[in-house]
């Protein structure tokens, strides 16, 4: 079932009309109204609905301004349908500073040496 409902949003996403001038709202509102859809498997129906994200933004953002392409950007959303973001091992209370010190770090120190 998750492969035929992968497959069919990445048909919807491949058909979906971007014209050079689009705002990235009117692609976000045609992504999400095309790859709305029901699906049966094994006598129940379950309703599939891509919900757009801050990567869909920042991509269709790429588009508004000319950083790709329409193409570009239908390849990376269907890249991106089975990217599952990880959240951190642990809680950073001061997640800013920690990213600060480890950009210093990192220009010191081998990026392994400091994972450890």
């Known amino acids: 079932?998750?492969?035929e409902a992968y497959s069919r949003v990445a048909n919807a996403?491949?058909?979906?009309k971007i014209s050079s001038n689009v705002s990235s709202n009117d692609v976000l509102k045609s992504l999400e109204n095309?790859?709305?859809?029901?699906?049966?498997?094994?006598?129940?129906?379950?309703?599939v609905q891509y919900v757009s994200g801050r990567k869909d933004l920042?991509?269709?953002r790429m588009l508004e301004d000319d950083y790709i392409s329409d193409?570009?950007?239908k390849k990376a959303l269907i890249d991106g349908l089975d990217y599952v973001f990880?959240?951190?091992a642990f809680?950073?209370?001061?997640p800013h500073f920690v990213h600060w010190?480890?950009?210093l770090l990192e220009k010191e120190y081998d990026k392994e040496l400091i994972q450890e």
């Open 71 to 73: 193409i570009e950007l």
């Open 91 to 94: 809680a950073i209370n001061a």
């Open 58 to 60: 920042a991509l269709t």
């Open 101 to 103: 010190v480890t950009e």
């Open 86 to 88: 990880q959240s951190s």
């Open 34 to 47: 095309t790859t709305s859809f029901s699906l049966s498997y094994e006598g129940r129906n379950f309703d």
């Open 13 to 16: 996403i491949n058909g979906i």
């Open 1 to 3: 079932m998750q492969t």
